[in-house]
């Protein structure tokens, strides 16, 4: 079988391993079980497929989505490997397809869903396919700790016992409790391999803001990132219907997405996102595990997600490609008390509950965070970064506070009104603001009536919002959202312990922050005609643009300019099969006229330190063609055998001469053998 750094490049177009790769491919291949945490865009899917390859017999994928199988099958057949996938979406063809393939003994990769797990077939198919390795992808599904919990996964366990083979499982996040989980489930307890390779997304910006108008702070967000391809998820399905429409409304490309529509208005989005460049997708948490879109360069929440392991799984859909990406979470009031609200009327146990609840205060404390979010969100993790100088609050640090005589003033508005109310009420006492319901209630009489008037009514908002989400007070479900206070708040009453608040975290998004151009001004009209000519080509192939080449390649071709298929090879991305089908009509765009034909044996060497030497020895071959004198009678040797020549670099006269044979040799040698030791 060929070496994993061998296909790495002739394959998949890359020159060397990305951080973490490299032992993680080593673990697979030595049929070791392995449990991998990587980023989302770390490159997960190559560290089971390039093991895939160079073992023998079939890798079975587990992968929960059908887009997300489809994707990746479309992806390794355009790189010239043996996959397919077995889904409630296959037509007839596609089904028989992969069986005469696993019957020939072609297939390499089979992606299956973990459902599919129940039939009693799949069992023997995977025996007569020869499966010699389980790859799980998304493997935090398994844990019901986790945020996507899936039942079928729970299956995955008993087979990887039933077959007798090793398996790999990957996930972009997981705590230290889905991690166990995970163990157990997958690997009966028995601790397989792990590498943590840090949930660091350096390329992705991390902004929060509160709500102020969110509709057009989204719009406005939105507009200073015009013709790019974005998410803004929607905690409700009429939400992503409103926005979408405003979108549009605003001269933007955009569509809406949820688990209410229909199944072919649902697909139409997800094919229409993954064909089209610059299009908005207004959607609810159901849109994206699926997408295997490598350039989405934002992504916005106009909702609070449930947790920080729901938001780091959305937000790094952006970006997967390694360029720059951006990201806006809204949150407000109204967004905690609903959080709470469903944990609190859900049906888990208590114990579940408690855990959902610590879950939810670490991601208001990150929303209310007072320095670096990134350090915040990987201590989550269980990473201790430094500052890292891309996130909101490290270009502009917030203005602080102490806050304990405002908080103190609030808990006992609070306390002296029985916790029997919201937010909204509790501002009308502190400010003095003398309301139907205050006189009612005789609530203007309070000594805390108006000892508030120091902060404004927008100020008081904050500061509730803060005391949320630092967990003081909670709303009571119970009692239509009335807040009651924690056990953390206490001290805090008492006078002995002070605390320190964000003076306002109201802002509004504004256009000022536009994110870097991916090329220069010169080279961007290049990219231009580049992603053009990739559009045909999707268009024609219908298959997703990204699945020719991602946009990082593209963007390398435009600032590179390479003058040769030798050059293009170089690119990353560009691997032997793509150099093949794509890559002298992307030279032609660049340089504006076709490169010669190539001989295939030339063309495999394409950008690899063989070709030089390849057309060296082509050179003198015709030189001595008819020998020294140009008399005698004509002698060549097959461009497969130079090209062996030039892989192989035979560096003494014995070997060279055996590959020759005796006439070539007695013609060639010598010159031949010159070249290769120059080299």
């Known amino acids: 079988m060929s070496a994993p750094e061998e296909l790495l490049h002739r394959i998949f177009g890359f020159q060397s391993f990305r951080p973490g790769q490299e032992e993680i491919v080593a673990s697979v291949l030595e049929g070791r079980d392995t449990l991998a945490i990587m980023p989302t865009g770390g490159g997960k899917s190559l560290c089971f497929q390039l093991p895939a390859l160079c073992r023998e017999g079939v890798t079975l994928v587990i992968s929960p989505l059908i887009a997300l199988m489809r994707d990746q099958v479309r992806a390794l057949r ?13 037509t007839e063809e596609e089904t028989e397809e992969v069986f005469q393939a696993i019957d020939d003994g072609r297939l390499k990769l089979l992606y299956m869903a973990p459902e599919r797990l129940s039939s009693s077939a799949t069992l023997g198919l995977l025996r007569r396919a020869n499966c010699t390795l389980i790859a799980v992808d998304e493997a935090h599904c398994v844990s019901q700790w986790g945020h996507d919990f899936r039942p079928d996964y729970l299956r995955i366990g008993e087979l990887k016992q039933t077959l007798g083979v090793p398996l790999a499982a990957f996930t972009a996040t997981a705590d230290a ?40 702070q989204i719009l406005s967000f939105a507009a200073a990132r015009k013709g790019q391809s974005g998410i803004v998820y929607c905690a409700t399905r009429a939400k992503t219907e409103g926005l979408a429409a405003a979108l549009r409304e605003a001269g933007h490309s955009a569509l809406h997405y949820h688990g209410g529509m229909e199944a072919d208005d649902r697909r139409q989005a997800e094919f229409r996102f993954q064909q089209e460049d610059g299009l ?12 295997d879109k490598p350039d989405i360069r934002w992504v916005a929440h106009a909702d609070l997600p449930k947790s920080i392991e729901s938001y780091y799984q959305e937000i790094g859909r952006a970006g997967r490609d390694g360029a720059p990406a951006e990201t806006l979470t809204l949150y407000g009031a109204d967004d905690i008390r609903l959080r709470r609200s469903q944990i609190d009327e859900g049906l888990a146990p208590l114990e579940r509950k408690a855990a959902d609840h610590t879950r939810l205060n670490a991601l208001l404390g990150l929303a209310e965070a007072q320095a670096c979010r990134r350090q915040m969100l990987l201590r989550y993790f269980g990473e201790d970064p430094e500052p890292c100088g891309n996130c909101d609050l490290c270009e502009t640090p917030p203005e602080v506070f102490d806050a304990t005589d405002a908080v103190r003033k609030a808990l006992s508005a609070m306390l002296r009104t029985g ?15 003398t309301t139907d319901k205050v006189r009612a209630r005789h609530h203007e009489d309070l000594p805390t009536f108006g000892v508030g008037r120091d902060l404004s009514r927008a100020q008081w908002q904050a500061v509730f919002r803060q005391m949320m989400g630092r967990d003081l007070i909670r709303p009571d479900p119970e009692r239509h959202g009335a807040f009651r206070m924690t056990d953390p708040a206490r001290p805090i009453l008492r006078g002995e312990e002070r605390i320190t608040l964000r003076r306002d975290t109201i802002r509004k998004a504004t256009a000022g922050n536009v994110i870097k151009t991916l090329v220069g001004e010169e080279d961007a ?16 192939g219908r298959v ?6 991602p946009d990082r390649t593209l963007i390398e071709m435009a600032e590179t300019r390479p003058a040769t298929l030798d050059d293009m090879a170089r690119v990353s991305g560009v691997g032997a099969k793509k150099l093949e089908r794509y890559g002298a ?18 063309r495999r060497l394409s950008g690899r330190a063989g070709a030089d030497l390849y057309d060296q020895l082509m050179e003198a071959q015709n030189r001595l063609s008819r020998g020294e004198n140009g008399t005698e009678k004509p ?7 130079i090209a062996k020549i030039a892989e192989m670099r035979p560096d003494n006269s014995d070997t060279l001469n055996r590959l020759l044979g005796e006439r070539r040799a007695d013609r060639f040698g010598a010159a031949f053998l010159n070249i290769l030791t120059e080299a």
Do not use: W
């Not at 997708?281 to 997408?291: K, P």
């Not at 997703?544 to 080449?549: D, K, L, Q």
């Not at 660049?590 to 190539?598: A, C, S």
């Open 78 to 90: 355009e790189a010239g490997v043996e996959a397919g996938a077995l889904t409630s979406g296959n």
């Open 177 to 216: 409790e889905t991690r166990a989980e995970i163990v157990t489930r997958l690997f009966a307890g028995t601790p397989p391999r792990s590498f943590l390779r840090g949930f660091d997304r350096p390329n992705i910006h991390l902004a929060f803001a509160a709500k102020d108008g969110p509709r057009a």
């Open 280 to 291: 908005i997708v207004a959607a609810t948490v159901a849109f994206g595990m699926g997408i």
């Open 419 to 433: 916790e029997s109310f919201g937010a909204g009420h509790l501002i009308d006492i502190l400010t003095g603001n």
């Open 525 to 540: 009209p290049l990219l231009s005609a580049l992603k053009a000519k990739r559009r045909a080509l999707a268009e024609e």
């Open 544 to 549: 997703p643009a990204y699945v020719i080449f």
């Open 585 to 602: 009509l992307f030279l032609e765009i660049i340089t504006g006229t076709l490169p010669d034909p190539q001989h295939p044996a030339r």
């Open 635 to 641: 002698l060549t040797c097959s461009a497969s055998l």
